[in-house]
Protein backbone atom coordinates (compact mmCIF):
# COMPACT_ATOMS: atom_id res chain seq x y z
CA UNK A 1 0.00 0.00 0.00
CA UNK A 2 1.75 3.60 -1.00
CA UNK A 3 2.33 5.79 2.02
CA UNK A 4 1.21 9.24 2.22
CA UNK A 5 3.79 11.42 1.15
CA UNK A 6 3.78 8.87 -1.99
CA UNK A 7 -0.01 10.05 -2.38
CA UNK A 8 0.45 13.65 -1.78
CA UNK A 9 3.62 13.71 -4.25
CA UNK A 10 1.48 12.21 -6.86
CA UNK A 11 -0.99 14.71 -6.36
CA UNK A 12 0.91 17.52 -6.58
CA UNK A 13 2.71 16.32 -9.41
CA UNK A 14 -0.35 15.68 -11.88
CA UNK A 15 -0.80 18.65 -13.41
CA UNK A 16 2.59 17.77 -15.34
CA UNK A 17 2.13 14.05 -15.65
CA UNK A 18 -1.77 13.70 -16.01
CA UNK A 19 -1.82 16.68 -19.14
CA UNK A 20 -2.72 16.38 -21.82
CA UNK A 21 -5.50 13.67 -21.97
CA UNK A 22 -8.98 12.34 -22.86
CA UNK A 23 -11.46 11.31 -21.06
CA UNK A 24 -15.42 9.87 -19.93
CA UNK A 25 -16.64 10.83 -17.01
CA UNK A 26 -20.01 9.84 -15.56
CA UNK A 27 -21.23 12.33 -12.55
CA UNK A 28 -23.86 10.75 -10.49
CA UNK A 29 -26.24 12.19 -7.97
CA UNK A 30 -28.68 11.38 -5.63
CA UNK A 31 -30.83 14.03 -5.29
CA UNK A 32 -32.05 14.15 -1.54
CA UNK A 33 -29.19 12.81 -0.33
CA UNK A 34 -27.33 15.81 -1.93
CA UNK A 35 -29.50 18.62 -1.07
CA UNK A 36 -29.35 17.44 2.99
CA UNK A 37 -25.54 17.23 2.62
CA UNK A 38 -25.29 20.44 1.39
CA UNK A 39 -27.81 21.46 3.90
CA UNK A 40 -25.89 20.71 6.67
CA UNK A 41 -22.60 22.21 5.12
CA UNK A 42 -24.28 25.79 4.92
CA UNK A 43 -25.10 25.10 8.58
CA UNK A 44 -21.87 24.13 9.49
CA UNK A 45 -20.20 26.72 7.94
CA UNK A 46 -22.47 29.88 7.84
CA UNK A 47 -25.16 28.89 10.36
CA UNK A 48 -28.16 28.63 8.12
CA UNK A 49 -29.08 27.01 4.68
CA UNK A 50 -29.99 28.09 1.35
CA UNK A 51 -34.00 28.43 1.08
CA UNK A 52 -35.97 28.27 -2.23
CA UNK A 53 -35.82 32.14 -3.40
CA UNK A 54 -39.46 33.36 -4.67
CA UNK A 55 -38.41 34.14 -7.86
CA UNK A 56 -37.06 31.37 -10.06
CA UNK A 57 -36.42 30.40 -14.08
CA UNK A 58 -39.84 28.82 -15.01
CA UNK A 59 -40.35 26.33 -17.48
CA UNK A 60 -43.72 25.78 -19.19
CA UNK A 61 -44.84 22.50 -19.37
CA UNK A 62 -46.13 19.61 -17.31
CA UNK A 63 -44.07 20.29 -14.11
CA UNK A 64 -43.49 16.97 -12.02
CA UNK A 65 -40.19 16.41 -9.08
CA UNK A 66 -37.06 15.76 -10.51
CA UNK A 67 -35.79 11.81 -10.12
CA UNK A 68 -33.82 10.69 -7.22
CA UNK A 69 -30.70 9.81 -8.76
CA UNK A 70 -29.32 11.32 -12.35
CA UNK A 71 -26.40 10.24 -14.21
CA UNK A 72 -24.66 12.41 -16.57
CA UNK A 73 -21.80 11.19 -18.69
CA UNK A 74 -19.20 13.97 -20.49
CA UNK A 75 -16.50 13.49 -22.76
CA UNK A 76 -13.44 16.01 -21.82
CA UNK A 77 -10.30 16.74 -24.02
CA UNK A 78 -8.26 18.72 -21.95
CA UNK A 79 -4.48 20.40 -22.67
CA UNK A 80 -4.96 22.81 -19.56
CA UNK A 81 -7.23 25.77 -17.95
CA UNK A 82 -7.62 27.79 -20.99
CA UNK A 83 -7.44 24.81 -23.37
CA UNK A 84 -9.80 22.08 -23.48
CA UNK A 85 -12.78 20.80 -24.86
CA UNK A 86 -16.61 19.11 -22.63
CA UNK A 87 -19.28 17.30 -24.86
CA UNK A 88 -21.83 15.52 -23.53
CA UNK A 89 -22.02 11.44 -24.17
CA UNK A 90 -24.20 8.76 -23.64
CA UNK A 91 -28.26 9.31 -24.29
CA UNK A 92 -27.40 12.83 -24.33
CA UNK A 93 -24.77 12.84 -27.20
CA UNK A 94 -25.41 15.57 -29.96
CA UNK A 95 -26.88 17.75 -27.12
CA UNK A 96 -24.48 19.87 -26.10
CA UNK A 97 -20.39 21.22 -26.27
CA UNK A 98 -18.11 23.80 -24.84
CA UNK A 99 -14.78 25.14 -25.96
CA UNK A 100 -12.55 26.89 -25.21
CA UNK A 101 -9.12 28.40 -26.72
CA UNK A 102 -7.49 30.48 -24.54
CA UNK A 103 -9.66 33.59 -24.79
CA UNK A 104 -11.82 32.69 -27.57
CA UNK A 105 -14.65 29.80 -26.73
CA UNK A 106 -18.37 28.68 -27.54
CA UNK A 107 -21.26 26.65 -25.34
CA UNK A 108 -23.56 25.23 -27.58
CA UNK A 109 -26.54 23.53 -26.14
CA UNK A 110 -29.62 21.94 -28.76
CA UNK A 111 -32.19 23.38 -26.14
CA UNK A 112 -30.73 26.47 -24.64
CA UNK A 113 -29.11 28.04 -27.74
CA UNK A 114 -25.42 29.31 -28.34
CA UNK A 115 -23.32 31.65 -26.30
CA UNK A 116 -19.80 33.00 -27.62
CA UNK A 117 -16.68 35.12 -26.38
CA UNK A 118 -18.08 37.16 -28.95
CA UNK A 119 -21.52 37.55 -27.60
CA UNK A 120 -20.95 37.38 -24.04
CA UNK A 121 -18.96 39.20 -22.41
CA UNK A 122 -20.03 39.77 -18.94
CA UNK A 123 -18.90 36.87 -17.53
CA UNK A 124 -15.37 36.32 -18.77
CA UNK A 125 -14.34 32.66 -19.98
CA UNK A 126 -15.66 29.56 -18.92
CA UNK A 127 -14.21 26.89 -17.07
CA UNK A 128 -13.20 23.34 -17.17
CA UNK A 129 -16.09 21.23 -15.27
CA UNK A 130 -13.88 17.97 -14.70
CA UNK A 131 -10.32 19.38 -15.69
CA UNK A 132 -9.65 19.49 -11.77
CA UNK A 133 -9.71 15.68 -12.35
CA UNK A 134 -6.54 16.15 -14.19
CA UNK A 135 -4.99 18.27 -11.64
CA UNK A 136 -6.35 16.92 -7.97
CA UNK A 137 -4.00 19.17 -6.03
CA UNK A 138 -6.56 21.15 -4.06
CA UNK A 139 -7.81 17.95 -2.35
CA UNK A 140 -4.63 18.32 -0.27
CA UNK A 141 -6.08 21.42 1.29
CA UNK A 142 -9.23 20.89 1.61
CA UNK A 143 -9.68 17.84 3.27
CA UNK A 144 -6.99 15.15 5.48
CA UNK A 145 -6.17 12.22 3.57
CA UNK A 146 -5.32 8.41 4.74
CA UNK A 147 -4.28 5.72 2.52
CA UNK A 148 -6.67 2.91 2.25
CA UNK A 149 -5.26 0.19 -0.17
CA UNK A 150 -5.41 -0.53 -4.10
CA UNK A 151 -7.93 -0.17 -6.27
CA UNK A 152 -8.79 -0.32 -9.92
CA UNK A 153 -10.47 2.48 -12.06
CA UNK A 154 -10.91 2.98 -15.67
CA UNK A 155 -9.24 0.08 -16.50
CA UNK A 156 -5.91 1.57 -14.50
CA UNK A 157 -4.14 0.38 -11.80
CA UNK A 158 -4.65 3.49 -8.81
CA UNK A 159 -4.59 3.83 -5.08
CA UNK A 160 -7.37 4.26 -3.19
CA UNK A 161 -7.48 7.29 -0.62
CA UNK A 162 -10.10 7.78 2.32
CA UNK A 163 -10.37 11.97 1.97
CA UNK A 164 -12.10 13.33 5.28
CA UNK A 165 -13.55 17.35 5.17
CA UNK A 166 -11.42 19.95 7.02
CA UNK A 167 -13.02 22.48 9.27
CA UNK A 168 -13.72 25.79 8.91
CA UNK A 169 -15.39 27.68 6.26
CA UNK A 170 -11.75 29.16 5.26
CA UNK A 171 -11.13 25.24 3.06
CA UNK A 172 -14.62 25.75 1.58
CA UNK A 173 -12.16 25.63 -1.99
CA UNK A 174 -14.10 25.24 -5.30
CA UNK A 175 -12.85 21.14 -5.28
CA UNK A 176 -15.06 20.79 -2.40
CA UNK A 177 -18.30 22.30 -4.12
CA UNK A 178 -17.12 19.83 -7.10
CA UNK A 179 -16.84 16.97 -4.57
CA UNK A 180 -19.83 16.63 -2.50
CA UNK A 181 -20.12 19.90 0.04
CA UNK A 182 -21.83 18.14 3.45
CA UNK A 183 -20.00 14.89 3.23
CA UNK A 184 -18.77 13.32 5.83
CA UNK A 185 -15.80 11.64 3.61
CA UNK A 186 -15.09 10.74 0.70
CA UNK A 187 -13.34 7.58 -1.26
CA UNK A 188 -10.88 8.54 -3.71
CA UNK A 189 -8.99 6.58 -6.67
CA UNK A 190 -5.57 8.41 -7.37
CA UNK A 191 -3.86 6.40 -10.72
CA UNK A 192 -1.15 4.99 -9.61
CA UNK A 193 0.97 6.63 -12.66
CA UNK A 194 -0.28 9.76 -13.37
CA UNK A 195 -1.39 11.52 -10.46
CA UNK A 196 -5.05 11.76 -11.83
CA UNK A 197 -7.64 11.09 -9.72
CA UNK A 198 -10.09 8.29 -11.25
CA UNK A 199 -12.86 8.33 -8.81
CA UNK A 200 -14.38 10.67 -6.16
CA UNK A 201 -17.55 9.05 -4.10
CA UNK A 202 -19.10 11.32 -1.45
CA UNK A 203 -20.94 9.58 1.52
CA UNK A 204 -22.65 11.31 4.33
CA UNK A 205 -23.40 9.16 7.35
CA UNK A 206 -22.07 6.34 5.28
CA UNK A 207 -24.40 6.33 1.92
CA UNK A 208 -23.13 7.95 -1.29
CA UNK A 209 -24.62 10.89 -2.59
CA UNK A 210 -22.50 12.13 -5.55
CA UNK A 211 -19.53 10.31 -7.28
CA UNK A 212 -17.56 11.54 -10.35
CA UNK A 213 -16.52 8.40 -12.24
CA UNK A 214 -13.68 8.01 -15.19
CA UNK A 215 -14.46 5.31 -17.04
CA UNK A 216 -12.07 5.73 -19.69
CA UNK A 217 -8.90 7.93 -20.17
CA UNK A 218 -5.81 8.22 -22.57
CA UNK A 219 -2.56 10.27 -22.17
CA UNK A 220 -0.88 12.19 -24.81
CA UNK A 221 -1.22 14.77 -27.78
CA UNK A 222 -4.80 15.66 -28.85
CA UNK A 223 -5.52 17.16 -32.37
CA UNK A 224 -4.74 21.07 -32.47
CA UNK A 225 -8.41 21.17 -34.12
CA UNK A 226 -10.47 19.39 -31.09
CA UNK A 227 -10.50 23.10 -29.45
CA UNK A 228 -11.68 25.05 -32.44
CA UNK A 229 -14.42 27.01 -30.78
CA UNK A 230 -17.28 26.66 -33.64
CA UNK A 231 -20.81 25.98 -33.80
CA UNK A 232 -22.92 23.41 -35.72
CA UNK A 233 -24.31 24.95 -39.40
CA UNK A 234 -26.78 27.65 -39.31
CA UNK A 235 -26.52 28.29 -35.17
CA UNK A 236 -26.66 31.89 -34.65
CA UNK A 237 -25.20 32.68 -31.22
CA UNK A 238 -27.21 35.17 -28.65
CA UNK A 239 -26.61 35.95 -25.06
CA UNK A 240 -27.34 34.19 -22.37
CA UNK A 241 -30.88 34.93 -20.89
CA UNK A 242 -31.05 37.18 -17.50
CA UNK A 243 -33.34 39.21 -16.34
CA UNK A 244 -33.60 42.46 -17.34
CA UNK A 245 -33.60 45.23 -14.74
CA UNK A 246 -36.47 47.97 -15.37
CA UNK A 247 -38.20 50.66 -13.45
CA UNK A 248 -41.29 49.91 -11.38
CA UNK A 249 -43.49 51.80 -13.72
CA UNK A 250 -42.01 49.96 -16.78
CA UNK A 251 -42.92 46.33 -15.33
CA UNK A 252 -46.42 46.61 -16.36
CA UNK A 253 -46.03 47.49 -20.12
CA UNK A 254 -43.57 44.43 -20.44
CA UNK A 255 -44.77 41.67 -18.38
CA UNK A 256 -48.17 39.44 -20.36
CA UNK A 257 -49.92 39.33 -16.78
CA UNK A 258 -51.26 42.10 -14.34
CA UNK A 259 -47.57 43.26 -11.91
CA UNK A 260 -48.60 43.77 -8.27
CA UNK A 261 -47.04 45.85 -5.57
CA UNK A 262 -47.04 46.12 -2.01
CA UNK A 263 -49.78 48.95 -0.89
CA UNK A 264 -47.60 50.08 1.77
CA UNK A 265 -44.21 49.00 3.53
CA UNK A 266 -42.29 49.16 6.43
CA UNK A 267 -41.46 53.17 7.02
CA UNK A 268 -37.97 53.74 5.45
CA UNK A 269 -38.29 50.40 3.37
CA UNK A 270 -37.35 50.90 -0.27
CA UNK A 271 -37.58 49.32 -3.23
CA UNK A 272 -33.87 48.25 -4.18
CA UNK A 273 -34.64 45.53 -7.61
CA UNK A 274 -37.21 45.14 -9.91
CA UNK A 275 -36.04 43.00 -12.57
CA UNK A 276 -38.18 40.99 -16.05
CA UNK A 277 -37.35 37.92 -17.23
CA UNK A 278 -38.83 37.47 -20.59
CA UNK A 279 -40.29 34.52 -22.06
CA UNK A 280 -38.92 32.40 -24.87
CA UNK A 281 -40.41 29.57 -27.05
CA UNK A 282 -36.97 27.10 -27.10
CA UNK A 283 -37.10 26.10 -24.28
CA UNK A 284 -39.92 27.24 -23.73
CA UNK A 285 -39.46 29.49 -20.49
CA UNK A 286 -42.19 31.96 -18.85
CA UNK A 287 -42.11 35.63 -18.18
CA UNK A 288 -41.45 36.55 -14.32
CA UNK A 289 -41.48 40.13 -12.80
CA UNK A 290 -38.48 39.92 -9.49
CA UNK A 291 -39.08 42.50 -6.98
CA UNK A 292 -37.30 43.31 -3.85
CA UNK A 293 -37.96 45.68 -1.20
CA UNK A 294 -35.02 46.47 1.73
CA UNK A 295 -35.27 47.57 5.25
CA UNK A 296 -33.47 50.81 5.82
CA UNK A 297 -30.08 49.73 7.19
CA UNK A 298 -30.84 46.55 4.42
CA UNK A 299 -30.54 44.21 7.61
CA UNK A 300 -34.15 42.54 6.33
CA UNK A 301 -35.66 42.56 2.90
CA UNK A 302 -38.83 40.75 1.34
CA UNK A 303 -38.45 39.66 -2.37
CA UNK A 304 -41.81 38.54 -4.41
CA UNK A 305 -42.08 36.92 -7.56
CA UNK A 306 -44.71 37.04 -10.05
CA UNK A 307 -45.82 35.17 -13.35
CA UNK A 308 -49.02 34.49 -14.52
CA UNK A 309 -51.18 31.97 -12.38
CA UNK A 310 -52.11 29.26 -15.34
CA UNK A 311 -48.35 28.62 -15.97
CA UNK A 312 -46.62 25.61 -14.52
CA UNK A 313 -45.26 25.63 -10.56
CA UNK A 314 -41.87 24.54 -10.24
CA UNK A 315 -41.69 24.90 -6.41
CA UNK A 316 -41.70 21.77 -3.84
CA UNK A 317 -42.13 23.82 -0.41
CA UNK A 318 -44.94 22.32 1.75
CA UNK A 319 -48.07 24.56 1.87
CA UNK A 320 -50.46 25.08 4.47
CA UNK A 321 -53.40 27.73 4.25
CA UNK A 322 -54.42 30.81 6.12
CA UNK A 323 -57.38 32.22 5.36
CA UNK A 324 -56.68 33.59 2.25
CA UNK A 325 -53.14 33.30 2.22
CA UNK A 326 -50.67 29.85 1.68
CA UNK A 327 -47.61 29.54 3.54
CA UNK A 328 -44.82 27.88 3.57
CA UNK A 329 -41.97 27.42 6.88
CA UNK A 330 -38.58 25.65 5.60
CA UNK A 331 -37.47 25.88 9.41
CA UNK A 332 -34.41 27.85 11.70
CA UNK A 333 -31.75 27.46 9.31
CA UNK A 334 -33.17 28.35 5.84
CA UNK A 335 -32.74 31.11 4.22
CA UNK A 336 -35.57 33.13 3.36
CA UNK A 337 -37.10 30.72 6.17
CA UNK A 338 -40.91 32.02 5.39
CA UNK A 339 -42.76 32.35 2.28
CA UNK A 340 -46.58 33.28 1.19
CA UNK A 341 -48.62 33.62 -1.83
CA UNK A 342 -51.45 34.50 -3.10
CA UNK A 343 -53.74 34.91 -6.71
CA UNK A 344 -54.54 38.02 -7.51
CA UNK A 345 -56.35 38.89 -11.39
CA UNK A 346 -54.60 35.60 -12.53
CA UNK A 347 -51.03 36.20 -11.75
CA UNK A 348 -49.53 34.18 -9.37
CA UNK A 349 -47.47 36.53 -6.47
CA UNK A 350 -44.80 34.89 -3.95
CA UNK A 351 -43.38 36.63 -1.08
CA UNK A 352 -40.01 35.23 0.81
CA UNK A 353 -38.40 37.07 3.89
CA UNK A 354 -38.03 36.53 7.54
CA UNK A 355 -41.05 37.89 8.90
CA UNK A 356 -44.19 35.56 7.97
CA UNK A 357 -46.62 38.22 9.62
CA UNK A 358 -45.17 40.97 7.48
CA UNK A 359 -45.26 38.50 4.15
CA UNK A 360 -49.18 37.61 4.95
CA UNK A 361 -49.71 41.53 5.74
CA UNK A 362 -47.92 42.59 2.76
CA UNK A 363 -49.79 39.55 0.40
CA UNK A 364 -53.10 40.93 1.58
CA UNK A 365 -52.40 44.53 0.77
CA UNK A 366 -51.20 44.19 -3.25
CA UNK A 367 -52.62 46.87 -5.60
CA UNK A 368 -51.44 47.21 -9.29
CA UNK A 369 -47.71 48.59 -9.74
CA UNK A 370 -47.74 52.11 -11.01
CA UNK A 371 -47.76 52.62 -15.23
CA UNK A 372 -46.31 56.72 -14.95
CA UNK A 373 -43.13 57.21 -13.63
CA UNK A 374 -43.43 59.16 -9.68
CA UNK A 375 -43.82 62.72 -9.88
CA UNK A 376 -40.75 65.12 -8.57
CA UNK A 377 -41.95 67.20 -5.85
CA UNK A 378 -41.26 70.84 -6.54
Known amino acids: MATLAEILR ?38 ARLGVGSAELVLTGEA ?32 RYR ?43 AYHLEPAGEAVAAGRDAHRVRAVPRSGSDVATTVVFKLGPGGDELDLAVDVERGALLRAEASSSGEPFRRLEVTEITFGAIPPDTFAPTLPPGVVPSRWQRPERLALHELQGAAPFS ?19 ASREHPAVEAEVSLVYASPDGAYGVSMGER ?45 GSDPALLASLARELVPAPTEPPRLDG
Open 10 to 47: LLHDASERARPARLTVVEWNHASRSAAAFDRFMVERHG
Open 64 to 95: SPPPDETRRTTRLAFEGPTRWREEAAGVQAGK
Open 99 to 141: VRDGERWVAWDADWGAVTHETEQEGGPPSSEYGLLLDPVAVVA
Open 259 to 277: VFVPARVPDGWRLVESLFT
Open 308 to 352: AADGARRDWLEWSREGDVEVADLGEHAVPRHHARVVRDATAIELA
